[in-house]
């Protein structure tokens, strides 16, 4: 399906996420329900996790159809809640992982389909600048 590619995912210190279908020309937004900002947006198909200000992890289903009858029991999930800022999610396709860290040192590997968590992890307890992860290989960079 080629409509992920025309899509545009953004957000920030705001309350909604802002999809732009660029094909259509026009922005839809999604309410957050959470108090802090987005520090990190991570996509797949149909489906976006977001990382806030307030350790908070998201899982935003987007392929609904009607926003104005947003159901959030249905299109929007808590998946956990860090002890500080998230610094990064990034959902990595080929295992259905999401990687999660935040500014304190903790990562943390959850299983997408079921939402259970594989892994937590703290890098010598150092707080973390900067983490990344490969798009297809299993490594993640801190």
């Not at 922005?27 to 996790?49: H, I, K, M, R, W």
């Not at 609904?64 to 009858?69: E, G, H, V």
């Not at 999930?77 to 860290?101: A, E, Q, W, Y």
Request: net charge neutral; hydrophobic share 35%; with cysteine.
């Amino acid at each position: 399906d080629d409509t992920c590619n025309e899509r545009l995912i953004c957000s920030g210190d705001t309350s909604f996420i802002r999809i732009w279908d660029m094909r259509k020309e026009l922005f839809t937004d999604y309410p957050t329900q959470a108090l802090s900002c987005v520090f990190s947006l991570s996509t797949n198909e149909g489906y976006t996790v977001a990382g806030f200000g307030d350790g908070t992890i998201k899982l935003f289903d987007f392929r609904q159809k009607n926003p104005i009858n947003f159901n959030s029991q249905y299109s929007l999930t808590n998946l956990h809640k860090h002890d500080s800022i998230v610094r990064k999610v990034c959902l990595h396709k080929p295992s259905n992982v999401l990687i999660t860290s935040s500014t304190a040192g903790d990562i943390n590997l959850f299983d997408i389909r079921n939402k259970k968590r594989l892994l937590r992890s703290s890098i010598n307890n150092e707080p973390i600048n900067v983490l990344d992860c490969h798009p297809v290989n299993e490594l993640i960079a801190a």
